[in-house]
């Protein structure tokens, strides 16, 4: 059986990323005793909660048809899988090797690649009626994490 996801599950999916991105800053922060790369780690966090927000937004203004759901799913299984699905995909867990702020760094550059990834293999599975064109709006915004990360670990190279 097929299931074609639609743009709610996908703005559902990148809601529970963002919070496991906040959470992964959050607790990366509470190991780092720099006051500097802790406000830093925080401030990261508050980007992540930030775009939690704007993804809501965009769940909540959502046409209709963007909303459509392809199978018959009494029970809510489906977002069950979507939820579980994004809890081991991108930050859950995530391992850092080190505990330096260049490594957390370099590990949430790696998350936020795994998440574009994530994003457009999904797209294929998003029919355009259903609202692929909103899964270009999730991406941009992780592109955006990428250079955020990018130009603070550069900043620590210098």
Known sequence: M???FNAADIMEMAVQMERNGAAFYRASAQKISDPE??????????MEDQHEKTFT???KDLKDSEKQ?????PEGEAGQYL??????????KKEIQ???LRDILKSAIEAEKDSIVFYLGLKDMVPEKLGRSRIDTVIKE???HIRVLSKRLVALKG
């Open 98 to 100: 080190g505990d330096s």
């Open 69 to 73: 759901s392809t199978v018959f799913d």
């Open 83 to 92: 939820r579980a699905l994004t809890d081991i995909r991108v930050f859950y």
């Open 37 to 46: 790369a802790k406000s830093l780690l925080l401030e990261l966090a508050g």
């Open 57 to 59: 937004a965009i769940q």
């Open 142 to 144: 992780e592109m955006g």
């Open 2 to 4: 097929s299931y074609d």
